[in-house]
Each structure stands twice: as structure tokens, then as C-alpha cells.
């Protein structure tokens, strides 16, 4: 990418996602050397996207192989002409020789292969759509990351572990993730909501933890003076927080 500001304080966030061009990069280099905000900034950011990335790698369907091969096999093929050995007719053919022309069992074998192509083009239709919305997530995430204005803070939550937010107004959205919250039991989970002047408004349940950390969650929508809050509420989650949150941010204005 282009510089596009005079200002390079803008880029740490590019920067920290190898988003400049040679002679952006290299020139916001130099700028580094002079600017100790700006290499903290672009240090701390580079972490977050690490945290991020290593979070959001996503682990293809079990049964995606199975499916993908079954869409090749309804894709119609040309066999190779072969000349016909009349000693060596296949099975399926004197079979089919073998059967009765009858139109009701045409009429049922046609349906029953409707209903075959129908079932498996639901299942690959499903699997796409599971993939656009990874993708879609994903590029959520690096639009926050790599916002002219992207802003990373770190909290503690009040029975341990933490929590990491990357934002920006600018996109008037942040990213969450979370390391070590205690694990809850099944029937509880994690809920996270923006408080603000507006009241509580509910962004969602915190997505399960994979090895301690929470994959990256998009909260949008947000307000002037809003602060982010994770509280415990039952797995289905709550119209309005009903436990003192375990983690409080105050998102900067």
C-alpha cells in the first residue's frame, strides 16, 4: 500500500501487518528510529496480530473431504472411447439388460437420484456458507487491525486471566480475544457486553476457549464513552448483565 497521510504516525498499524510497500515500509522505518511511540506502538500491535492470527486459524470441516468429492462426482465426466468386448460386458450393464422396462421404476429410480443430487448439493451450499462467514470474520478482524487508528489495551480480569482489545473509532469496532479465564461449567459461559450511557447492550457470548484462549471476537456498534465488560450468565445468555463483570474496560474516546 501507498502512503495516503502525511502523517506516519498512522501506519504503525500497517506496519505491524507487512502491509507497506518497500519504500513506505522504509521510510516509516526511519521514522521508528526517532519515534519511541511509534515503535511501541507498532511492537505491541505486531503481538496482538500474532495472538490474533495464531486464534483464528480455522480447522476445515471433518466431513469436508467427503463432500467435496461427492460435488466432483456429480460433475458429468466424458469416458475414454473404448470399444465394447462382447465377452466382457460389466455387471451393471447385463443387470440393466436384465430388468424389466417398466416406466414406474424408471419414474423411481429418476426421483430417487433427485433426492441424492438435492441432499448433496444442501450439504455443499452448507459448507460454503460455513467458509464465506470464516472469511468474512476474518477480514473484519484485519480491517480493525490495520485501521490508520487501531488502539490495543490489556485488562486483568478480576478472578484471572486477561483479556486483549484491539480498536479503532474509526471502524467503530474492536476485536477481543481472552488468555486463562477460569473455565466455567457447561450450563454457564462468558458473556460480553458494551455499557455505556445508552444502558448494557449484549454483543454476544464469548466464543469457547481453544488451549486457554478465546478465538477473536468483532464487537461493533460502538458509542462514545462505551466500556466493555465480560460477565457470567447461562449458557444461552441474558437480556441484562445479572453478575458483577469479571473483566471492565474503559474504551478511550
Keep these: 500500500m501507498r502512503l495516503r497521510r502525511a502523517d506516519p504516525h498512522t501506519l504503525a498499524g500497517a506496519y505491524a501487518l507487512d502491509a507497506l510497500g518497500k519504500a513506505d515500509r522504509a521510510a516509516f522505518e526511519r521514522h521508528m528510529q526517532a519515534c519511541e511511540a511509534c515503535r511501541h ?14 486464534a483464528t486459524a480455522v480447522t476445515p470441516p471433518e466431513r469436508l473431504r467427503e463432500q467435496v468429492l461427492a460435488q466432483a462426482a456429480r460433475t458429468r465426466q466424458l469416458p475414454p472411447h473404448v470399444a465394447e468386448d462382447r465377452h466382457r460386458v460389466p455387471a451393471w450393464r447385463r443387470l440393466g439388460r436384465a430388468l424389466p422396462a417398466s416406466p414406474r421404476f424408471a419414474v423411481a429410480l429418476a426421483g430417487a437420484c433427485m433426492l441424492i443430487a438435492l441432499a448433496l ?9 460455513r467458509l464465506s462467514l470464516e472469511q468474512a470474520r476474518s477480514g473484519e478482524i484485519a480491517a480493525v487491525l490495520n485501521a490508520p487508528d487501531a488502539h490495543m489495551m490489556t485488562v486483568r480480569g478480576s478472578t484471572g486471566g486477561s483479556a486483549t482489545v484491539v480498536m479503532s473509532h474509526a ?41 486457554g484462549m478465546t478465538p477473536p471476537m468483532i464487537v461493533s456498534g460502538l458509542a462514545a464513552g462505551d466500556r466493555i465488560g465480560l460477565t457470567v450468565e447461562p449458557s444461552g445468555g441474558s437480556s441484562r448483565p445479572t453478575s458483577p463483570p469479571v473483566v471492565m474496560l474503559a474504551l478511550p474516546s
Design 121 to 129: 448439493g444442501t450439504l455443499v451450499l452448507s459448507t460454503q456458507h
Design 41 to 54: 506502538e507498532a511492537a505491541s500491535l505486531r503481538e496482538a496480530a500474532a495472538r490474533l492470527g495464531s
Design 171 to 211: 471502524r467503530s469496532a474492536l476485536v477481543l480475544t481472552t488468555v486463562s479465564l477460569p473455565v466455567l461449567p457447561s450450563s454457564e459461559g462468558y458473556e460480553v457486553w458494551l455499557m455505556g450511557r445508552g444502558g448494557d447492550r449484549s454483543a454476544g457470548m464469548l466464543p469457547a476457549a481453544h488451549r
